[in-house]
């Protein structure tokens, strides 16, 4: 892989690396006709699509029991696996709950509580591969928030999965159904004669299930829109050059167009990380994948001329996973605001937060760090704020709300507040 300069970027270069296209709009009207079938024709329009995108006839639509056998009849070791991991994100995600609160302002007694969703909707991928983790990560924190009804929707296929229906069903999940892509969200946004329809959408997908998340945002929540897989190592001179590179080609297996970025101002480990790279590649099992997203415009190994301009780099990329391996990575930390998730020190994998140090894996893609963090118990809440004032607050408050009332021309509201001192 050859090394490029940062300062030798020209505006496509910056475009690509900055502007990350998840490839939504490319399938929008077909997506949009999907979903328009799955709102009027139901579970119908879900078997016609299972058959025509994943090859598979589908009988029962609800393999809620399937999950629950999945669970007794898995392997002892991979069980316990799911369930360290359950454990870790759900001791996490508890650090997160909101407490209820009310103080006194003076007379104003004001506070703010916070309630779950009733039903919510999550979706785990499958297809090229089982995602047991993007179970765990969904359905907990939804747990965890106290949502009572938390549904489930995952790709159809010849034999489902154990390991993801295991942990489906570790994570607390109340319905699972077997049903993928952009007829997965719209089914769970709509309902059908079988899937039931929920008030939020949830979890992390192809261009597909990204673009029927964006086309029934308005009726139902979702979390956000996220893309393809992305990782940027920030680096100085101390860091192993094969750490660097195995972060990297690990993102890159993901899928063909997963962004991977090694940035530093070390010539030699840019270098080195490059040729790590190329006699690495020919060992990957998922080596078109990876080569694919290698070769992608929004990847590669980057030579800063300063930490500082490597720092200003990852701080534009706005990474989904931020790995920093430098001598000091706290202080580098501290002048970047925008990741999805931070990984410090050369013993910090991405792969420990996407599986079970704790930390959600649902993270915001395409520079969206910039805007929002990652999936997390406040997204299955709501929040309600509660006041009481006495009538002194509320005199000392009437000269400030009827003149700001009468300044927006609603004497109603004036005169509201008025009649409780005749």
Not at 129 to 136: G, R, V
Not at 137 to 156: L, N, S, W
Not at 172 to 179: C, I, L, N, P
Not at 296 to 307: K, Q
Request: glycine share 8%; aromatic share 6%; net charge negative.
């Amino acid at each position: 892989m050859e090394v490029r300069d940062i300062e030798a970027l020209g505006p496509a270069d910056r475009q690509a690396l900055f502007e990350r296209d998840a490839g939504v709009e490319a399938v929008r009207e077909d997506v949009r006709d999907i979903v328009d079938r799955v709102r009027d024709e139901g579970d119908v329009a879900v078997r016609d699509f299972s058959r025509e995108f994943d090859g598979v006839e589908v009988g029962n639509l609800d393999v809620t029991d399937a999950a629950e056998r999945a669970h007794e009849e898995v392997d002892d070791d991979l069980l316990a696996a799911i369930r360290t991991a359950a454990d870790n994100i759900r001791e996490f995600h508890e650090r997160q709950v909101p407490e209820d609160w009310r103080d006194d302002f003076g007379g104003r007694e004001l506070g703010r509580r916070f309630r779950p969703l009733s039903r919510v909707g999550v979706y785990v991928p499958g297809g090229a591969a089982a995602y047991p983790s993007s179970a765990l990560m969904g359905i907990i924190p939804a747990k965890v928030a106290g949502v009572e009804h938390v549904v489930v929707a995952t790709p159809p296929a010849e034999e489902l999965n154990p390991a993801t229906l295991a942990a489906i069903h570790e994570a607390g999940a109340d319905a699972v159904y077997s049903v993928g892509g952009a007829q997965a969200v719209a089914a769970m946004a709509y309902g059908t004669e079988t899937v039931t329809a929920v008030e939020k959408v949830v979890g992390p997908g192809n261009r597909w299930v990204t673009a029927a998340k964006a086309e029934v945002r308005g009726d139902v929540e979702i979390d956000f829109l996220a893309g393809p897989s992305e990782v940027l190592v920030l680096a100085d001179g101390t860091a192993d050059p094969t750490y660097v590179a195995a972060e990297l080609l690990a993102q890159a297996e993901h899928d063909d167009h997963a962004s991977v970025v090694a940035v530093t101002a070390d010539a030699d480990l840019a270098a080195a990380v490059a040729d790590e790279l190329d006699d690495r590649l020919p060992e990957c099992d998922r080596r078109e994948t990876v080569e694919a997203a290698l070769a992608n415009d929004a990847s590669g190994v980057f030579l800063a001329r300063s930490m500082s301009e490597a720092v200003l780099f990852a701080e534009e990329y706005a990474a989904e996973h931020l790995s920093i391996q430098a001598d000091d990575d706290e202080a580098l930390l501290d002048r970047i605001d925008s990741a999805g998730s931070v990984f410090l020190g050369p013993y910090t994998p991405v792969a420990a937060g996407d599986y079970a140090s704790g930390t959600n894996h649902v993270l915001p893609t395409g520079g969206g760090a910039r805007r929002f963090g990652g999936l997390s118990v406040e997204t299955f809440l709501r929040s309600t704020t509660v006041q009481r004032l006495d009538r002194n607050a509320l005199d000392d408050l009437s000269g400030t709300i009827t003149t700001l009332a009468e300044a927006e021309g609603l004497t109603g509201h004036a005169e509201s507040v008025r009649r409780r001192f005749e």
